[in-house]
């Protein structure tokens, strides 16, 4: 069973910043695409930003030019650094991991809660 865990979660004034983190317990080689994901209070959740096998950024556009994904050399672990946060960024932030052995299956963690005061 993989694991993953996101830590790095905690209130920040608007205009100020937060790096995430996310580690995965699966073999580097089994390890596909992540990402992460966030639900803020009455929402649905939905994508953030994701890192491909081949190490491709995607990124929401509401936050685009903010935040920064990036992937570690050993490629089960993920970052996101958040700069100029807002309080619509207020949200559980989850870290996705895909994994393609011995079959495709995706692997959530159990979140990050990230608060932005006004």
């Known amino acids: 069973q993989v694991q993953v865990a996101e830590s790095g979660g905690g209130l920040v004034q608007a205009g100020g910043s937060l790096r995430l983190s996310c580690a995965a317990s699966a073999p580097t080689f089994a390890i596909d695409a992540m990402g992460w994901y966030r639900q803020g209070p009455g929402r649905e959740r939905e994508l953030v930003a994701s890192v491909s096998k081949s190490d491709l950024p995607l990124y929401a556009d509401s936050v685009k030019g903010r935040f920064t994904i990036s992937r570690d050399k050993n490629k089960s672990t993920i970052y996101l650094q958040m700069n100029s946060l807002k309080p619509e960024d207020t949200a559980v932030y989850y870290c996705?991991?895909?994994?393609?052995?011995?079959?495709?299956?995706?692997?959530w963690g159990k979140g990050t809660l990230v608060t932005v005061s006004s």
């Open positions: 996705k991991t895909d994994v393609n052995w011995p079959i495709f299956t995706d692997y």
